[in-house]
């Protein structure tokens, strides 16, 4: 094969983001000898942790497993202070990380990628940057992230508001500057669910703009007792191994029985255990059908209800708080603390945008259909344009078109990992991955792994360009769609879909059978030489059938 790649230095791997994908892509590549240029449009590493500062950030999935497994001494040299870290220590983690293992060196920082384009007769990608700079190299690793976007505030009047305005994803300021305002939160998702009790503390008035009641369950958050921390470190492997190989990459708590298996008394004593234990595997996980039968999903989403009619001391608040649009946990749960009692507060009022929208905002006041709210503060909690938006802003684009384009009708991937037509570039925890329903960190170290793997193999068969098939891209988005298909969470509206982003396309963004099960499906296919994957043009074979089916 003539080499026709210029003769001026290229690097090998360019990656795009500095938060738990970038960095790992990077110590990675770096691992097996390959040249890294990496960006990242933040002054530092961190990615949703440097960007997500507001007040009561902090993750749900407990930090002894949300972290990196890669190294021992890594694990055992970190100690977790809580149960669930706040933003400022998962953010140290990470600067950590990046200077443990020398992972600054490979990034530019305040540096936005613009685009990237396939050389095709060089077998290159060259990214622009926002400098106006570009740089050339041979393989493309996306670590944009899945939840690095904010969407657009979709309601007219925004522009007229002139009092102070932030959003909990690009938070700027300091908790002490909503003191004694009247302040406004509009969103009541993961992120408002956090902020909300602590900015309630500080105003002298707070009214949450609610448009669809989720269910919130009590974080539980404590420090970490000393004995836990030891035990865990004295296992750390092994418990590494059970999250790999489980459902959601934290370990398992399998459950075999049915709601209607047992008795209500049996089923209530059973919620209120699971009430108590929270995290992901509380009440959403108690019986094995409560994701996929509606009415034994019902049994669960009352137990909430009754929770907060039983916290929530003004009926009407309360039962506008209650969820009952939605079957719970089919979109994302959230975990808060004093989240429900923060509406007994006298200086708290709820507006629900289902009775009254949103019609404008003027300079000082938030008007829906049942009136004008005076606000001096604004805060949007509104979500991201999750997956699609970061990589769409790459303009990622080969000589036959943009990847907007290729996903006009809605994503099609190969694993979550590769899209046909774009060669040598692949997606670090991306749409059809099981990072929409998992631990993240877990699905992004698998991902990376496979993807260093898959380039090592490439280089070995002396192939320069690695595809993925249109067939087994289609293999996999059957999968995809057959998995959640079978579950409730099909049924509904929510950034999983897509449908939180007007005019985007309704897809559902994950794979959710399971980071154990897609592990094994992913190691298959590496051993059987890589079906679905066109390396140097040639695939062992072009599809991968049902392979969800052939795999435990
Ligand atoms: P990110 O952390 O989003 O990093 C992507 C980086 O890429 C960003 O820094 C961004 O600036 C950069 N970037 C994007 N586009 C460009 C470009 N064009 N040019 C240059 N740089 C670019 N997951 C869990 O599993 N458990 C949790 O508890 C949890 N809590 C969360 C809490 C919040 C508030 C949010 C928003 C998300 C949470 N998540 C959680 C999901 C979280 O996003 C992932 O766990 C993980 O941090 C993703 O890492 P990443 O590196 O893939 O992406
Ligand atoms: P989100 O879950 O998408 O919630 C956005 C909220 O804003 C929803 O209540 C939504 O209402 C509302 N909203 C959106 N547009 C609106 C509009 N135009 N008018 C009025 N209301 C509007 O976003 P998020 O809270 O930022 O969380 C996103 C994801 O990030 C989470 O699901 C989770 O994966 C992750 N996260 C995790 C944590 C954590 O606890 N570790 C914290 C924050 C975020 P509708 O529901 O009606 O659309």
């Given at each position: ?19 738990f994908?970038?960095?790992y ?34 993750c749900d999935v407990e930090s002894v497993y949300y972290s990196y497994s890669f190294s021992e001494?890594l694990q055992?040299?970190?100690?977790w202070?809580?149960r669930f ?146 035990e865990i470190k004295s296992k750390y492997p092994a418990i590494r191994e059970e999250c790999r190989q489980s459902p959601g990459g934290i370990p398992d708590r399998p ?24 995290g992901f595997l509380?009440?959403?996980a ?143 925890g991306?749409?059809?991955s099981p990072a929409?329903a998992s631990n993240v960190v877990v699905t992004i170290e698998q991902a990376v792994d ?63 059978g399971g980071v154990g099960k897609y592990r094994r499906?992913c190691a ?29």
């Amino acid at each position: 094969m003539t080499d026709t790649r210029p003769t001026t230095p290229v690097v090998d791997v360019l990656c795009v983001g500095a938060g738990f994908s970038g960095l790992y892509a990077a110590y990675k590549a770096s691992e097996q000898g390959w040249t890294v240029a990496g960006f990242e449009t933040a002054p530092d590493v961190g990615g949703t942790w440097f960007w997500n500062t507001y007040p009561g950030a902090r993750c749900d999935v407990e930090s002894v497993y949300y972290s990196y497994s890669f190294s021992e001494e890594l694990q055992q040299e970190w100690t977790w202070s809580e149960r669930f870290a706040p933003q400022a220590e998962i953010l140290a983690y990470i600067n950590h990380v990046a200077d443990r293992f020398g992972l600054r060196r490979h990034f530019r920082f305040n540096t936005r990628v613009t685009a990237a384009n396939w050389l095709a007769d060089e077998r290159l990608w060259e990214l622009t940057l926002d400098s106006g700079d570009t740089c050339r190299g041979r393989y493309l690793l996306a670590g944009s992230g899945g939840l690095s976007t904010p969407k657009d505030f979709d309601v007219p009047g925004l522009e007229n508001f002139t009092g102070l305005k932030v959003s909990t994803s690009r938070w700027t300021i300091s908790l002490d500057e909503l003191s004694g305002k009247r302040v406004a939160v509009i969103g009541t998702g993961s992120s408002g669910v956090q902020c909300i009790p602590l900015i309630a503390g500080v105003a002298a008035h707070l009214t949450v703009f609610q448009r669809t009641p989720n269910y919130v369950f009590p974080a539980r958050n404590a420090p970490l007792p000393a004995e836990t921390v030891a035990e865990i470190k004295s296992k750390y492997p092994a418990i590494r191994e059970e999250c790999r190989q489980s459902p959601g990459g934290i370990p398992d708590r399998p459950v075999a029985d049915r709601a209607f298996d047992v008795s209500d008394e049996e089923r209530r004593e059973r919620y209120e255990r699971a009430y108590e234990r929270s995290g992901f595997l509380g009440v959403g996980a108690e019986f094995a059908d409560l994701l996929t039968d509606p009415e034994a999903n019902e049994t669960a989403a009352e137990f909430v209800r009754h929770k907060i009619r039983q916290i929530v001391r003004d009926p009407r608040t309360a039962a506008l708080l209650e969820p009952r649009f939605h079957p719970l946990g089919a979109k994302r749960s959230c975990f808060g603390t004093d989240y429900y009692e923060t509406f007994n507060r006298p200086n708290v009022s709820l507006v629900s945008l289902r009775e009254e929208p949103i019609t404008t905002m003027t300079s000082g006041s938030i008007v829906t259909e049942g009136g004008s709210h005076d606000v001096d503060a604004l805060v949007l909690a509104i979500g991201f344009d999750a997956f699609t938006g970061p990589l769409y802003a790459l303009n990622v684009t080969t000589p036959s078109g943009r990847l907007q384009d290729a996903w006009r009708d809605g994503v099609r991937t190969y694993l979550g990992i590769m899209t046909a037509g774009f060669p040598n570039f692949f997606m670090i925890g991306g749409p059809q991955s099981p990072a929409l329903a998992s631990n993240v960190v877990v699905t992004i170290e698998q991902a990376v792994d496979w993807i260093t793997d898959l380039i090592a193999h490439a280089e070995e068969e002396g192939g320069d360009t690695v595809e993925a098939t249109p067939e087994a891209q289609d293999d996999w988005v059957a999968i995809t769609e057959a998995t959640v298909d079978q579950t409730l969470y099909a049924t509904t509206d929510s950034w999983y879909r897509g449908s939180n982003v007007t005019g985007k396309p309704a897809t559902f963004l994950g794979y959710v059978g399971g980071v154990g099960k897609y592990r094994r499906m992913c190691a298959e296919i590496a051993k059987r030489g890589y079906p679905g994957v066109r390396i140097g043009g040639q695939a062992v074979a072009p599809r991968i059938g049902r392979i969800d089916e052939e795999i435990a």
